[in-house]
Protein backbone atom coordinates (compact mmCIF):
# COMPACT_ATOMS: atom_id res chain seq x y z
CA UNK A 1 0.00 0.00 0.00
CA UNK A 2 2.63 2.08 0.72
CA UNK A 3 6.25 3.51 -0.85
CA UNK A 4 8.34 3.74 2.41
CA UNK A 5 11.80 4.97 3.28
CA UNK A 6 14.53 3.43 5.27
CA UNK A 7 14.53 4.90 8.71
CA UNK A 8 16.89 5.92 10.94
CA UNK A 9 17.65 6.26 14.55
CA UNK A 10 18.65 9.75 15.98
CA UNK A 11 20.19 9.87 19.03
CA UNK A 12 17.66 12.33 20.65
CA UNK A 13 15.10 9.47 20.81
CA UNK A 14 17.41 7.97 23.31
CA UNK A 15 15.67 7.71 26.37
CA UNK A 16 19.14 9.47 28.40
CA UNK A 17 18.03 12.55 26.37
CA UNK A 18 14.59 12.98 25.39
CA UNK A 19 14.87 16.18 27.86
CA UNK A 20 17.09 17.83 25.25
CA UNK A 21 14.07 17.81 22.21
CA UNK A 22 11.65 20.95 22.75
CA UNK A 23 7.75 20.58 22.75
CA UNK A 24 6.37 20.15 19.69
CA UNK A 25 10.10 20.52 18.21
CA UNK A 26 11.40 18.54 15.88
CA UNK A 27 13.62 15.40 17.43
CA UNK A 28 15.82 13.49 14.96
CA UNK A 29 15.97 11.92 11.86
CA UNK A 30 14.22 10.10 9.12
CA UNK A 31 11.16 8.34 11.46
CA UNK A 32 8.37 6.77 9.54
CA UNK A 33 6.78 5.28 7.10
CA UNK A 34 5.64 8.33 5.70
CA UNK A 35 8.07 10.77 6.93
CA UNK A 36 11.75 11.43 6.32
CA UNK A 37 14.22 14.43 7.96
CA UNK A 38 13.91 15.37 3.95
CA UNK A 39 10.63 15.68 3.43
CA UNK A 40 9.84 18.05 6.28
CA UNK A 41 7.35 20.11 4.25
CA UNK A 42 5.90 23.59 5.30
CA UNK A 43 2.07 23.00 5.14
CA UNK A 44 0.68 25.56 2.50
CA UNK A 45 -1.13 28.68 3.41
CA UNK A 46 -4.82 27.28 2.54
CA UNK A 47 -5.49 29.66 0.15
CA UNK A 48 -8.52 27.53 -1.25
CA UNK A 49 -11.31 27.10 1.43
CA UNK A 50 -13.71 23.42 1.23
CA UNK A 51 -16.33 23.19 -1.32
CA UNK A 52 -19.64 24.45 -0.20
CA UNK A 53 -20.99 21.06 -0.53
CA UNK A 54 -17.98 17.88 -0.59
CA UNK A 55 -20.62 16.10 -2.83
CA UNK A 56 -19.42 13.17 -4.87
CA UNK A 57 -17.37 13.13 -8.15
CA UNK A 58 -15.86 10.33 -9.88
CA UNK A 59 -12.20 10.87 -9.64
CA UNK A 60 -10.45 10.85 -13.05
CA UNK A 61 -6.72 8.42 -12.89
CA UNK A 62 -4.28 10.70 -13.49
CA UNK A 63 -5.97 13.76 -13.38
CA UNK A 64 -5.89 16.71 -10.85
CA UNK A 65 -8.96 17.89 -8.75
CA UNK A 66 -9.65 21.19 -9.25
CA UNK A 67 -11.82 22.82 -6.36
CA UNK A 68 -13.10 26.08 -6.68
CA UNK A 69 -12.69 28.66 -3.88
CA UNK A 70 -15.48 28.83 -1.29
CA UNK A 71 -16.31 29.42 2.34
CA UNK A 72 -15.73 26.51 4.70
CA UNK A 73 -19.08 24.07 4.19
CA UNK A 74 -21.91 24.29 6.97
CA UNK A 75 -23.03 20.57 6.30
CA UNK A 76 -21.71 17.23 6.29
CA UNK A 77 -20.20 16.23 3.19
CA UNK A 78 -22.85 13.21 1.21
CA UNK A 79 -21.49 10.30 -1.17
CA UNK A 80 -23.12 7.56 -2.99
CA UNK A 81 -24.61 4.35 -1.91
CA UNK A 82 -22.31 1.41 -3.21
CA UNK A 83 -23.14 0.89 -7.04
CA UNK A 84 -23.34 -2.72 -6.50
CA UNK A 85 -24.46 -3.73 -2.68
CA UNK A 86 -27.53 -1.77 -0.74
CA UNK A 87 -26.73 -0.88 2.57
CA UNK A 88 -29.75 -1.54 5.01
CA UNK A 89 -31.40 2.15 6.24
CA UNK A 90 -29.88 1.54 9.59
CA UNK A 91 -26.46 2.53 7.75
CA UNK A 92 -25.35 5.87 8.58
CA UNK A 93 -23.66 6.13 11.59
CA UNK A 94 -19.79 5.24 12.50
CA UNK A 95 -19.09 3.12 15.73
CA UNK A 96 -15.54 4.95 15.89
CA UNK A 97 -13.60 7.74 15.00
CA UNK A 98 -10.10 8.26 16.13
CA UNK A 99 -6.72 9.86 15.75
CA UNK A 100 -3.19 7.44 15.64
CA UNK A 101 -0.97 8.74 18.82
CA UNK A 102 2.47 8.33 17.58
CA UNK A 103 5.84 8.17 19.94
CA UNK A 104 6.26 4.83 20.69
CA UNK A 105 6.29 3.19 17.14
CA UNK A 106 9.44 5.62 16.91
CA UNK A 107 12.81 3.97 14.97
CA UNK A 108 10.66 1.17 13.44
CA UNK A 109 11.40 0.46 9.79
CA UNK A 110 9.55 -1.10 7.58
CA UNK A 111 11.52 -4.50 7.64
CA UNK A 112 10.06 -4.61 10.69
CA UNK A 113 13.41 -3.58 12.61
CA UNK A 114 13.29 -1.12 15.71
CA UNK A 115 15.20 0.01 18.37
CA UNK A 116 13.39 0.40 22.50
CA UNK A 117 15.50 3.16 23.04
CA UNK A 118 14.18 5.42 20.05
CA UNK A 119 10.72 4.98 21.05
CA UNK A 120 9.64 8.37 22.49
CA UNK A 121 6.60 8.16 24.75
CA UNK A 122 4.27 10.93 23.11
CA UNK A 123 3.78 12.05 27.19
CA UNK A 124 4.95 15.05 29.31
CA UNK A 125 6.26 13.22 32.22
CA UNK A 126 8.70 11.62 29.29
CA UNK A 127 9.64 14.58 27.65
CA UNK A 128 7.66 13.60 24.87
CA UNK A 129 4.01 16.29 23.72
CA UNK A 130 1.11 16.49 25.55
CA UNK A 131 -0.35 13.07 24.10
CA UNK A 132 -2.71 13.08 27.18
CA UNK A 133 -3.68 16.73 26.88
CA UNK A 134 -4.11 16.24 22.93
CA UNK A 135 -6.19 13.22 23.42
CA UNK A 136 -8.73 15.06 25.88
CA UNK A 137 -9.51 17.68 23.72
CA UNK A 138 -10.20 15.42 20.97
CA UNK A 139 -12.97 13.39 22.93
CA UNK A 140 -13.99 16.73 24.82
CA UNK A 141 -14.07 19.07 21.63
CA UNK A 142 -13.95 17.02 19.12
CA UNK A 143 -16.20 13.81 20.27
CA UNK A 144 -13.71 11.22 18.89
CA UNK A 145 -14.13 8.16 20.30
CA UNK A 146 -11.08 5.59 19.60
CA UNK A 147 -7.03 6.01 19.48
CA UNK A 148 -4.92 3.98 18.35
CA UNK A 149 -1.61 3.58 20.25
CA UNK A 150 1.32 2.16 17.71
CA UNK A 151 3.91 0.23 19.47
CA UNK A 152 7.45 -1.55 18.40
CA UNK A 153 7.57 -5.30 19.37
CA UNK A 154 10.81 -4.56 20.29
CA UNK A 155 10.20 -2.13 23.09
CA UNK A 156 8.31 -4.41 24.35
CA UNK A 157 10.76 -7.13 25.14
CA UNK A 158 13.27 -4.30 25.35
CA UNK A 159 15.42 -5.63 21.83
CA UNK A 160 15.43 -9.50 23.15
CA UNK A 161 13.26 -11.89 20.23
CA UNK A 162 11.12 -14.39 22.70
CA UNK A 163 11.70 -12.62 25.95
CA UNK A 164 8.65 -11.90 28.25
CA UNK A 165 7.36 -8.28 28.04
CA UNK A 166 9.82 -5.87 29.63
CA UNK A 167 7.95 -4.45 32.94
CA UNK A 168 9.64 -1.18 32.88
CA UNK A 169 9.25 -0.60 29.32
CA UNK A 170 5.57 -1.39 29.81
CA UNK A 171 4.77 0.61 32.36
CA UNK A 172 5.91 3.28 30.06
CA UNK A 173 3.74 2.04 27.34
CA UNK A 174 0.68 1.63 30.00
CA UNK A 175 1.01 5.28 30.96
CA UNK A 176 -0.34 6.01 27.57
CA UNK A 177 -2.80 3.67 27.40
CA UNK A 178 -4.11 4.25 30.62
CA UNK A 179 -4.22 8.30 29.77
CA UNK A 180 -6.07 7.10 26.59
CA UNK A 181 -8.98 4.71 28.83
CA UNK A 182 -9.06 8.01 31.11
CA UNK A 183 -10.63 9.82 28.34
CA UNK A 184 -13.34 7.19 27.90
CA UNK A 185 -12.39 6.25 24.51
CA UNK A 186 -11.45 2.74 23.16
CA UNK A 187 -8.04 2.31 23.21
CA UNK A 188 -6.07 0.35 20.19
CA UNK A 189 -2.81 -1.51 21.24
CA UNK A 190 -1.02 -1.51 17.56
CA UNK A 191 2.16 -3.72 17.40
CA UNK A 192 3.87 -1.70 14.40
CA UNK A 193 6.38 -4.11 12.76
CA UNK A 194 5.02 -4.98 9.36
CA UNK A 195 4.71 -8.44 10.17
CA UNK A 196 8.67 -8.67 10.96
CA UNK A 197 11.19 -8.66 13.63
CA UNK A 198 14.49 -7.24 12.32
CA UNK A 199 13.72 -8.12 8.66
CA UNK A 200 12.41 -11.89 8.91
CA UNK A 201 8.86 -12.17 8.27
CA UNK A 202 6.86 -13.94 11.36
CA UNK A 203 5.73 -17.36 10.77
CA UNK A 204 8.07 -17.74 7.39
CA UNK A 205 11.53 -18.05 8.68
CA UNK A 206 11.12 -15.14 11.25
CA UNK A 207 10.03 -15.27 14.94
CA UNK A 208 7.79 -18.50 15.27
CA UNK A 209 4.19 -18.18 15.47
CA UNK A 210 4.90 -19.27 19.46
CA UNK A 211 6.94 -15.87 20.38
CA UNK A 212 4.24 -13.66 18.66
CA UNK A 213 1.78 -14.96 20.59
CA UNK A 214 3.59 -15.03 23.66
CA UNK A 215 4.07 -11.46 23.51
CA UNK A 216 0.28 -11.47 22.84
CA UNK A 217 -0.33 -13.23 25.20
CA UNK A 218 1.01 -11.25 27.66
CA UNK A 219 -0.01 -7.86 26.60
CA UNK A 220 -4.24 -9.43 26.65
CA UNK A 221 -3.49 -10.82 29.93
CA UNK A 222 -2.79 -7.27 31.22
CA UNK A 223 -5.95 -5.89 29.77
CA UNK A 224 -8.16 -8.69 29.43
CA UNK A 225 -10.64 -7.32 31.54
CA UNK A 226 -10.74 -3.60 30.14
CA UNK A 227 -13.90 -4.26 27.38
CA UNK A 228 -12.07 -0.66 25.91
CA UNK A 229 -9.23 -2.25 24.72
CA UNK A 230 -9.22 -3.68 21.03
CA UNK A 231 -6.22 -5.57 19.98
CA UNK A 232 -4.54 -4.94 16.83
CA UNK A 233 -2.61 -7.59 15.77
CA UNK A 234 0.09 -5.97 13.40
CA UNK A 235 0.42 -3.04 11.38
CA UNK A 236 0.80 -3.10 8.29
CA UNK A 237 1.97 -6.55 6.67
CA UNK A 238 3.75 -6.66 3.25
CA UNK A 239 5.48 -8.83 0.76
CA UNK A 240 4.41 -11.67 2.76
CA UNK A 241 4.65 -14.88 0.55
CA UNK A 242 2.50 -17.02 2.16
CA UNK A 243 -0.91 -15.00 2.89
CA UNK A 244 -2.12 -18.60 4.43
CA UNK A 245 1.01 -19.03 6.36
CA UNK A 246 0.00 -15.56 7.48
CA UNK A 247 -3.44 -16.26 8.54
CA UNK A 248 -1.85 -19.24 10.59
CA UNK A 249 0.49 -16.69 12.47
CA UNK A 250 -2.64 -14.61 13.01
CA UNK A 251 -4.87 -17.11 14.67
CA UNK A 252 -2.04 -17.94 16.78
CA UNK A 253 -2.12 -14.59 18.05
CA UNK A 254 -5.69 -14.69 18.37
CA UNK A 255 -5.80 -18.32 20.36
CA UNK A 256 -3.35 -16.54 22.56
CA UNK A 257 -5.84 -13.52 23.14
CA UNK A 258 -8.57 -15.37 23.86
CA UNK A 259 -6.79 -17.76 25.90
CA UNK A 260 -5.26 -14.75 28.47
CA UNK A 261 -9.15 -13.92 29.45
CA UNK A 262 -9.98 -11.03 26.76
CA UNK A 263 -12.53 -13.02 25.40
CA UNK A 264 -14.81 -10.21 24.26
CA UNK A 265 -12.79 -7.63 23.31
CA UNK A 266 -12.53 -6.52 19.10
CA UNK A 267 -8.95 -7.94 17.14
CA UNK A 268 -8.40 -6.76 14.43
CA UNK A 269 -6.67 -8.47 11.51
CA UNK A 270 -4.51 -7.94 9.28
CA UNK A 271 -3.53 -8.25 5.31
CA UNK A 272 -0.74 -8.42 2.97
CA UNK A 273 0.12 -5.76 0.71
CA UNK A 274 -0.11 -2.73 3.81
CA UNK A 275 -3.26 -4.18 4.69
CA UNK A 276 -4.70 -2.01 1.59
CA UNK A 277 -8.45 -1.88 1.25
CA UNK A 278 -8.26 -1.69 -2.09
CA UNK A 279 -6.49 -5.33 -2.45
CA UNK A 280 -7.92 -7.00 0.55
CA UNK A 281 -10.00 -9.02 -1.41
CA UNK A 282 -8.25 -9.25 -4.69
CA UNK A 283 -4.83 -10.56 -3.06
CA UNK A 284 -6.55 -13.14 -1.09
CA UNK A 285 -5.58 -11.51 2.27
CA UNK A 286 -9.67 -11.52 2.94
CA UNK A 287 -10.39 -15.49 1.86
CA UNK A 288 -7.20 -16.76 4.26
CA UNK A 289 -8.26 -14.51 7.23
CA UNK A 290 -11.63 -15.33 7.28
CA UNK A 291 -10.60 -18.55 8.62
CA UNK A 292 -9.37 -17.03 11.60
CA UNK A 293 -11.66 -17.96 14.17
CA UNK A 294 -11.90 -17.58 18.51
CA UNK A 295 -11.19 -21.03 20.39
CA UNK A 296 -15.04 -21.65 20.32
CA UNK A 297 -15.08 -21.54 16.35
CA UNK A 298 -16.85 -18.60 16.01
CA UNK A 299 -15.81 -15.00 14.30
CA UNK A 300 -17.46 -12.97 17.38
CA UNK A 301 -15.25 -9.25 17.23
CA UNK A 302 -13.00 -10.60 14.54
CA UNK A 303 -12.71 -7.61 12.32
CA UNK A 304 -10.81 -7.17 9.24
CA UNK A 305 -8.02 -3.96 9.89
CA UNK A 306 -7.57 -2.11 6.69
CA UNK A 307 -5.68 1.06 5.85
CA UNK A 308 -6.24 3.64 2.84
CA UNK A 309 -4.78 6.88 1.83
CA UNK A 310 -5.72 8.91 -0.54
CA UNK A 311 -2.51 10.73 -2.56
CA UNK A 312 -1.98 9.64 -6.28
CA UNK A 313 0.78 6.76 -5.41
CA UNK A 314 -1.17 5.91 -2.47
CA UNK A 315 1.82 5.95 -0.21
CA UNK A 316 0.51 8.54 2.33
CA UNK A 317 3.70 11.08 1.75
CA UNK A 318 2.07 13.71 -0.06
CA UNK A 319 0.05 16.79 0.46
CA UNK A 320 -2.00 16.60 -2.09
CA UNK A 321 -5.08 14.31 -2.54
CA UNK A 322 -6.30 12.83 -5.74
CA UNK A 323 -9.45 10.23 -4.97
CA UNK A 324 -11.75 9.35 -2.52
CA UNK A 325 -10.99 5.44 -2.86
CA UNK A 326 -14.87 5.25 -3.40
CA UNK A 327 -14.73 2.85 -6.67
CA UNK A 328 -11.71 1.35 -6.59
CA UNK A 329 -11.55 0.33 -2.82
CA UNK A 330 -14.63 1.03 -0.53
CA UNK A 331 -17.24 0.45 -2.79
CA UNK A 332 -15.87 -3.25 -3.80
CA UNK A 333 -14.97 -4.41 -0.18
CA UNK A 334 -18.17 -3.41 1.42
CA UNK A 335 -19.92 -5.60 -1.39
CA UNK A 336 -17.81 -8.21 -0.53
CA UNK A 337 -18.14 -7.60 3.47
CA UNK A 338 -21.54 -7.99 3.32
CA UNK A 339 -21.98 -10.78 1.21
CA UNK A 340 -19.39 -12.66 3.72
CA UNK A 341 -21.15 -11.12 6.64
CA UNK A 342 -17.67 -9.32 7.95
CA UNK A 343 -16.79 -5.81 9.26
CA UNK A 344 -13.59 -3.58 8.54
CA UNK A 345 -12.28 -1.16 10.41
CA UNK A 346 -9.80 1.63 8.66
CA UNK A 347 -7.41 2.02 11.06
CA UNK A 348 -5.21 4.20 9.41
CA UNK A 349 -5.84 7.04 6.48
CA UNK A 350 -5.40 10.56 6.24
CA UNK A 351 -3.64 13.27 3.84
CA UNK A 352 -2.52 16.57 3.86
CA UNK A 353 -3.86 20.36 5.45
CA UNK A 354 -5.01 20.79 1.77
CA UNK A 355 -8.18 21.72 -0.21
CA UNK A 356 -8.00 18.51 -2.19
CA UNK A 357 -7.86 16.50 0.86
CA UNK A 358 -10.58 17.79 2.86
CA UNK A 359 -13.07 17.39 -0.13
CA UNK A 360 -11.94 13.62 -0.78
CA UNK A 361 -11.35 12.37 2.22
CA UNK A 362 -14.68 13.92 3.49
CA UNK A 363 -16.26 12.21 0.51
CA UNK A 364 -14.85 8.64 1.83
CA UNK A 365 -15.83 9.16 5.71
CA UNK A 366 -19.13 10.13 3.81
CA UNK A 367 -19.24 6.82 2.00
CA UNK A 368 -17.87 4.39 5.20
CA UNK A 369 -21.01 6.13 6.90
CA UNK A 370 -23.23 5.38 4.92
CA UNK A 371 -21.66 1.26 4.71
CA UNK A 372 -21.59 1.07 8.60
CA UNK A 373 -23.52 -1.64 8.70
CA UNK A 374 -19.89 -3.28 7.16
CA UNK A 375 -17.52 -0.46 8.15
CA UNK A 376 -16.59 -0.06 12.04
CA UNK A 377 -14.91 3.41 11.33
CA UNK A 378 -11.56 5.66 10.72
CA UNK A 379 -8.48 6.04 12.87
CA UNK A 380 -6.43 9.25 11.27
CA UNK A 381 -2.82 9.31 10.64
CA UNK A 382 -1.34 10.99 12.93
CA UNK A 383 -0.85 13.01 16.20
CA UNK A 384 1.10 12.34 19.42
CA UNK A 385 4.75 13.25 18.65
CA UNK A 386 5.00 14.36 15.18
CA UNK A 387 5.91 17.92 14.20
CA UNK A 388 3.21 19.52 13.64
CA UNK A 389 5.32 20.55 10.01
CA UNK A 390 5.11 16.89 9.59
CA UNK A 391 3.15 16.55 5.85
CA UNK A 392 -0.14 14.28 7.39
CA UNK A 393 -0.35 15.87 10.66
CA UNK A 394 -3.09 16.02 12.59
CA UNK A 395 -0.86 17.37 15.96
CA UNK A 396 -3.57 19.82 17.81
CA UNK A 397 -1.64 23.11 18.42
CA UNK A 398 -2.56 24.55 22.24
CA UNK A 399 -2.38 28.10 23.78
CA UNK A 400 -3.35 28.44 27.40
CA UNK A 401 -6.27 25.75 27.64
CA UNK A 402 -7.51 26.06 24.20
CA UNK A 403 -6.36 23.72 21.44
CA UNK A 404 -6.39 24.46 17.83
CA UNK A 405 -7.14 21.37 15.50
CA UNK A 406 -5.53 21.08 12.01
CA UNK A 407 -7.96 22.18 8.96
CA UNK A 408 -8.36 18.74 7.97
CA UNK A 409 -8.84 17.00 11.19
CA UNK A 410 -11.60 20.26 11.65
CA UNK A 411 -13.13 20.04 8.24
CA UNK A 412 -13.51 15.74 7.96
CA UNK A 413 -12.70 13.59 11.04
CA UNK A 414 -14.01 15.33 13.32
CA UNK A 415 -17.45 13.73 14.65
CA UNK A 416 -18.93 17.06 15.87
CA UNK A 417 -18.16 18.46 12.57
CA UNK A 418 -18.92 15.84 10.29
CA UNK A 419 -22.07 14.32 12.61
CA UNK A 420 -21.36 10.98 11.46
CA UNK A 421 -20.35 8.99 14.88
Known sequence: MKARR????????????????????????????????????????????????????????????????????????????????????????????????????????????????????PLLQYYGHDGEGQMKHFVQDDGFNVFRLPVGWQFLTNDVLGADVDQDNLTEYDALVQACLNTGASCIIDIHNYARWDGEIVGQGGPTNDQFAQVWSQIATKYASNDKIIFGVMNEPHDVPDINAWATSVQAAVTAIRKAGATSQLILLPGNNWTSAETFVSNGSADALSKVTNPDGGIDNLIFDVHKYLDHDNSGTNAECTTNNIDNAWAPLATYLRANKRQAFNTETGGGNTASCQQFLCEQVAFQAQNSDVFLGYVGWAAGNFDPSYVLSEVPTESGSTWTDTSLTKACLAPKTNGLV
Open 6 to 121: ALLVSGCFLLSVRADAPAWGQCGGIYHNRVGREIQLVLLDLLVKRLTTANYSQCVPGATPTVPPSSSPTTSPTAPSSPTSTAPASAGKLRFAGVNISGFDFGCNTDGSCQASAAWP
